[in-house]
């Protein structure tokens, strides 16, 4: 099983910036992912990043160009930094960890951009 932990959430001003953070631990495959989602109150979680072992990423288009997905593999932590945030970033954020036929999510963390 992999855990994931998530910390950095928190309440920013519109066109602020965060930087969520996930550590892994426990039986990390070699080949990999680690992933960003969110959902909004009453809404579906949505994709939000994604990242492979290899460095290979992928972002929705609601966030492509204001947010940066990166990982430390020594660490085996994958980051989110999210620039010029706008209310509608308003989420719980939940990290994801997969491989073929697996999948683990993090407890999450809650991030609020006031208008």
């Known amino acids: 099983q992999v855990q994931l932990v998530e910390s950095g959430g928190g309440l920013v001003q519109a066109g602020g910036s965060l930087r969520l953070s996930c550590g892994a631990s426990g039986r990390i495959s070699s080949t990999n992912g680690l992933g960003w989602y969110r959902q909004a109150p009453g809404k579906q979680r949505e994709f939000v990043a994604r990242?492979?072992?290899?460095?290979?990423?992928t972002y929705a288009d609601s966030v492509k160009g204001r947010s940066t997905i990166s990982r430390d593999n020594a660490k085996l932590t994958v980051y989110l930094q999210m620039n010029s945030l706008k209310p509608e970033d308003t989420a719980v954020y939940y990290c994801?960890?997969?491989?073929?036929?697996?999948?683990?999510w993090g407890q999450g963390t809650q991030v609020t951009v006031s208008s």
């Open positions: 994801n960890y997969y491989t073929p036929g697996y999948n683990s």
């Open positions: 990242i492979t072992s290899g460095g290979s990423t």
